[in-house]
């Protein structure tokens, strides 16, 4: 998801000279190996320092979820804090409950992406620039599974180049978008063995199942289709795991779409705008019409490379990942005024309050937080 150099708006002709489309394909089984630069390392292993509260037990799901905390954010967030290589967990109060540091930075380093699990008990990570994937185990802050090699780029056996996005199906498989080999991939974690692949190495055109223009979002729907997100020329479709495309639009004023999501009555998308004014679009994929927009070309308000737009439960209200401004933030759906913010814009550190390139996000309604930090 989402690097300040991670692909230039290009038609797509001229992205797929630019990303040396079909090189992986020319590369050995061993994959080729990737120079780390001081950007990619971050801030190397950090962490708040906090003493921690033990987390309440998991008593909700995404279908039944936890008492809501209410304006202006409803539930706590997991946020994948990129360039401090860390996961923190922040209550609406704005406090840290939970925190996942680096164990080590030769395999876990530049967490991009994190999505709960179905029973909220593990976490799915991607890592783009480490060129791999991860599962950890929330209750005990450990990393149980890792596909791909770190540092290594390629596309055959567990090789992936720049894999983004991350979820836990409910039968336990893991979806990612890997964007460089064009393709999205449900991976079984028991065999590592890929099980579903759309796309081809090398065929980065927008052709979908069989062929993908670079993806980077991989979201699964409540019944079981995934929305895909396309960078090149914004298609956004959904398929069924079967492989059906049963719808493919291009997104309405977006240049560089990451990772579409459903609204949540599931009737619309929303999309964010992976550039500098970001923007945020909900539209409706049967008319294509829009039917909110947060834009704002410069000032306090403004977006630089937002990467993630939700629509939150409870309050309809928008949560966003502010990327490269080092924020997450709560924009109210009316007013359109920020109603909540964590991380100062501009301002890097691991620190309490603060974030360090924020690039994913997802929703705590798995645990009580609100009833547990009372007593």
């Not at 099980?195 to 993806?215: D, F, I, R």
């Not at 992976?274 to 947060?294: H, L, M, N, Q, S």
């Not at 966003?320 to 709560?330: Q, T």
């Amino acid at each position: 998801m989402k690097t300040n150099t991670k692909l230039p708006f290009l038609p797509s002709t001229l992205l797929c000279a630019a990303l040396l489309c079909g090189a992986t394909a020319r590369a050995a089984d061993k994959g080729t190996p990737v120079t780390v630069t001081p950007e990619m390392k971050g801030a190397g292993i950090v962490s708040s320092g906090l003493a921690l509260p033990k987390p309440p037990p998991v008593t909700g799901d995404r279908r039944k979820p936890v008492a809501s905390w209410g304006k202006p954010l409803p539930y706590p967030i997991l946020i994948a804090d990129r360039r401090n290589n860390r996961l923190i967990e922040v209550t609406p109060d704005k406090r840290i409950v939970w925190e996942f540091a680096s164990p080590d930075l030769s395999y876990y380093r530049g967490n991009e992406d994190v999505n709960f699990s179905p029973d909220g008990r593990q976490l799915a990570v991607s890592e783009e620039d480490n060129y791999d994937l991860h599962i950890v185990d929330y209750e005990k802050r450990a990393v149980t599974w890792t596909y791909g090699v770190p540092d290594t780029r390629g596309h055959k056996n567990t090789l992936l180049n720049y894999p983004d996005d991350s979820h836990l199906l409910a039968d336990g498989s893991f979806l990612t978008a890997d964007i460089r080999n064009c393709r999205v991939l449900i991976i079984d974690p028991a065999t590592n063995k890929i099980a579903t692949q759309w796309g081809t190495p090398g065929k980065c055109k927008h052709n979908p199942p069989h062929e993908l223009a670079h993806p980077n979002g991989a979201t699964p729907l409540d019944n079981g289709d995934i929305l895909v997100t396309e960078i090149s020329d914004a298609w956004i479709s959904r398929i069924t795991r079967e492989g059906k495309v049963l719808w493919s639009v291009k997104a309405p004023g977006i240049r560089y779409p990451s990772d579409a999501f459903p609204t949540v009555d599931g009737k619309q998308v929303i999309v964010a705008d992976f550039w500098k004014p970001g923007r945020v679009v909900i539209f409706d994929p049967a008319t294509r019409k829009v039917t909110w927009e947060y834009f704002v070309k410069d000032g306090e308000k403004a977006l630089d490379h937002s990467s993630i737009a939700r629509e939150l439960p409870d309050t309809g209200d928008i949560l966003i990942v502010d990327d490269l401004n080092d924020r997450v933030i709560v924009v109210d759906r009316k007013t359109k005024e920020i109603i909540w913010q964590y991380g100062e814009k501009g301002k890097k550190g691991f620190k309490p309050g603060l974030l360090n390139y924020p690039d994913g996000v997802d929703l705590d309604v798995f645990r009580d937080w609100k009833s547990a930090l009372k007593k």
